[in-house]
Nanobody, 115 residues
């Protein structure tokens, strides 16, 4: 079973920075077409992809990086705003030998930005 673990959340003031990490356990069965992405869910809202575009207001402030060799991903968040307050989730997607796609989610990490 693949395990996805996020870390790095916390409480910061507006304008501050946080770096979220996502670690994925190795799995020999689901090791093709791998990808990692970040989602966030604010209170009372749906879980949405962190798109790194102006669509969700993260362009130029958030940066995604990934270390395929270590199965880790990072989300660097700068110039944080109160509207960035949400639970942040990492999603790991992969395919097995039958090319069946699997999605695995972490438990999430809370990010709170105060004004």
């Amino acid at each position: 079973q693949v395990q996805v673990v996020e870390s790095g959340g916390g409480s910061v003031q507006a304008g501050g920075s946080l770096r979220l990490s996502c670690a994925v356990s190795r799995n020999n069965d689901c090791r093709f077409d791998k990808s990692m992405s970040w989602y966030r869910q604010a209170p009372g809202k749906e879980r949405d992809l962190v798109s790194l575009t102006e669509t969700d207001g993260t362009q130029g402030r958030f940066t995604f990086s990934q270390d395929n060799a270590e199965n880790t991903a990072y989300l660097q968040m700068n110039s944080l705003k109160p509207e960035d307050t949400a639970y942040y989730y990492c999603k790991y997607s992969c395919r097995d030998r039958r090319w069946t796609r699997h999605d695995y989610w972490g438990q999430g990490t809370q990010v709170t930005v105060s004004s």
